[in-house]
């Protein structure tokens, strides 16, 4: 009787956690998720200078760029290595292209889809901003002249 008593403290045990779990292929009415299969999470992931380009020989990226920025400026990270795609959208006060970057022109790029933990890390660029100035420079330049 005791044997049969445990077993089934242990049945019930187990069909109250399986009864807990959600099953993650149901939808569930707090789901915010979109329904459109494009929508990608897009993240202000780093500002700061370029320190260095690297130009691809595969047609499936146009190269790399590392930027690395002060930690406080805003963005997620302070040093990346950004993965640069033919669909990179890239702005000055027009559209240029990735042949127009250049060792320390300070960017702001926002990251799409997922980013490789590592430090520095590495990501695929969505939008790339070339500043004019740098304006943390420009901002500490000012306080040195009050």
């Known amino acids: 009787m005791k044997k049969f008593?445990?077993?089934l403290i242990i049945i019930l045990l187990m069909i109250?956690?399986?009864?807990?779990t959600q099953d993650s292929k149901a939808p569930s009415s707090d789901d915010n998720s979109s329904t459109d299969g494009d929508s990608q999470f897009v993240e202000y992931g780093v500002a700061g200078n370029?320190?260095?380009i690297t130009v691809s020989e595969d047609d499936s990226i146009l190269g790399t760029?590392?930027?690395e920025g002060p930690k406080d400026n805003g963005a997620t990270y302070d040093n990346a290595i950004v993965t640069v795609l033919p669909d990179t959208k890239i702005y000055s006060n027009d559209t240029?292209?990735?042949k127009d970057l250049e060792v320390g022109m300070y960017v702001e790029?926002?990251?799409?889809g997922e980013v490789k933990e590592s430090y520095p890390v590495q990501a695929?660029?969505?939008?790339?901003?070339?500043?004019?100035?740098?304006p943390v420079k420009n901002e500490s330049d000012?306080?040195?002249g009050e």
């Open 65 to 67: 760029i590392h930027v």
């Open 109 to 112: 790029i926002f990251f799409k």
């Open 16 to 20: 109250s956690i399986a009864g807990c």
């Open 50 to 52: 370029i320190t260095e």
């Open 5 to 7: 008593s445990i077993f």
């Open 142 to 144: 000012e306080q040195d």
């Open 124 to 134: 695929d660029a969505k939008q790339i901003n070339i500043i004019p100035d740098d």
């Open 96 to 98: 240029v292209n990735f």
